[in-house]
Every structure is written in structure tokens, then in C-alpha cells.
């Protein structure tokens, strides 16, 4: 089992920044990647950014190119978003989850972004 515990999270105007991190314990030995998601009520979860640890490459949903980014530190087993330029269409709770082969197979509780207009 690996435990993901996400933090950062708030309200914040639209225009502004929040830093998200998410630290990762238990068997992560086998992860191999970590991604951030998010989700509103009623609507699925919505796939917003990843990391491979082991190249360092980094994927991003169309909606949040250019204006967040995504960081990681292995060693830590924490994994970072840096999100800039926040519209009231991110509005969410942003979870993150870690990716052992190719499934994303742990999931932390989330926490919420509010971007009031």
C-alpha cells in the first residue's frame, strides 16, 4: 500500500498562485510516476498533470498548458503543482495518485481549490 497525503490547497482569487504537494509513504518502491487529478461534484475525474520519475517527463491536460506545472522530488516521494493563472474554471478538489506500471493505483484524499472571480 502506498499512502498519499495532499496539502496546499485554498481559496485564492482568480489571477493568482497555489502550490499543491503531495507527499507519498508506504511501498513506493514500485511507483514509478505520480499525476495530479481533479473533480467536481457530479462530473468525473478529470486527468490534469504527471510525472515519470525516471526521465522526468511531464504530461499536461490542454487546459492547464502554460499555466501550471508539475515537480517532483523521488528521493522524498513528493511530487509538487505549481499552478499560476487560476481561473474560476479550476475550481476543484485536486487529488493526487501514484503510478505503479502503467495504472495509477493509490489515490489521496484531495484537497480544495476554490478561484473566486
Known amino acids: 500500500q502506498v499512502q498519499l497525503v495532499e496539502s496546499g490547497g485554498g481559496l485564492v482569487q482568480a489571477g493568482g498562485s497555489l502550490r499543491l504537494s503531495c507527499a507519498a509513504s508506504?511501498?513506493?518502491?514500485?511507483?514509478?510516476?505520480m499525476g495530479w487529478f481533479r473533480q467536481n461534484p457530479g462530473k468525473d475525474r478529470e486527468f490534469v498533470a504527471s510525472?515519470?520519475?525516471?526521465?522526468?517527463?511531464?504530461a499536461y491536460a490542454d487546459s492547464v498548458k502554460g499555466r501550471f506545472s508539475i515537480s517532483g522530488d523521488n528521493a522524498k516521494n513528493t511530487v509538487y503543482l505549481q499552478m499560476n493563472s487560476l481561473k474560476p474554471e479550476d475550481t476543484a478538489e485536486y487529488l493526487c495518485?501514484?503510478?505503479?506500471?502503467?495504472?495509477?493505483?493509490?489515490w489521496g484524499q484531495g484537497t480544495q481549490v476554490t478561484v473566486s472571480s
Open positions: 510525472i515519470i520519475w525516471s526521465s522526468g517527463v511531464a
Open positions: 508506504g511501498r513506493t518502491f514500485r511507483t514509478n510516476g
Open positions: 495518485a501514484s503510478r505503479e506500471t502503467y495504472e495509477y493505483k493509490f
